[in-house]
C-alpha cells in the first residue's frame, strides 16, 4: 500500500470489527462460531435473530461491564431468540468469540501504544453503553484520549454528531483526523460527512474489488498497515 493520508494529529478507530478483528463485524462471525458449533441456520434466519439479540443489550448494560460478559450476554439473548435448545451452547459461542477478539485486541492493544507517542487516539463505535468498561477490560484504554460509546451519546454512526463529539472532547478538528474503520456505510460514510479522512479495513478473504468511497482513499487488509498508511 503506497498511497498516504498525511500526518494527522488525531487517528480515530471504530471497536466492533475494526479493533477486535480485522475488517469482519461481530454479526459474521457469530453466525461463523454457531456453524463452527453445528448450528444449522440460514443467514435469513440469523441475521434478524442476531440484530433481535443485539439491540435487547443497547443502553441495558452497566457501563463497567467488560468484553466477556457483553459477549456473553449476547450469546445468550442470541441463542434464545434463535431457539437453541442446547442450553449450553450460548457458553459455547461466547467463549469462541471471546477467545478469537482477545487475542486481536491484545495485538492492537500494542499497536495502539505505539501509535499512541505520536497522535491522540480515540474510539467512535456503536454500542451498548459499556464502550469504556470493555476498553478498560482489554488493556487498550491507557493509550486512548476518548471512546465515544453511541448509546451515551445518544447517536449513532453514520450521524456526524457522534465523530463531532470525539472531536468536542478532544479539542480537534476535522481537518487533522482520520478515521479508520471496517463499514462502509457507517465508518466510511460517517467520516466523510464529518469531513475527516478515512480509511477502511476490509477482510483479507473476500472483498478483492473493495473501492474506497472517496478517490484515493486508503484500503487496508490488516489494521497493522495503518502505521504505514499514517507514515
Known sequence: MTATVGRPRVVLFDFGGTLDAEGIPW?????RHCREEGIEVS????????????????????????????????????????????????GRLAARFHGEASARLAENARLLERLSRRYRLGIVSNFYGNLAGVCAETGIAPSLSVAVDSAVVGCTKPDRRIFEAALTLLGAHAGETVFVGDSAPRDMAGAREAGMRHVWLVPSEGNGAARPCCPGDPVIRRLAEIEEILA
Open 27 to 31: 454479526k459474521d462471525r457469530f453466525f
Open 43 to 90: 443467514r435469513e434466519r440469523f441475521d434478524p435473530a442476531f440484530y433481535a439479540a443485539n439491540d435487547a443489550l443497547v443502553g441495558r448494560l452497566p457501563e463497567t461491564l467488560g468484553l466477556r460478559e457483553t459477549v456473553e450476554r449476547l450469546a445468550v439473548g442470541l441463542a434464545g431468540t434463535l431457539g437453541l435448545a442446547d442450553g449450553s451452547v450460548a
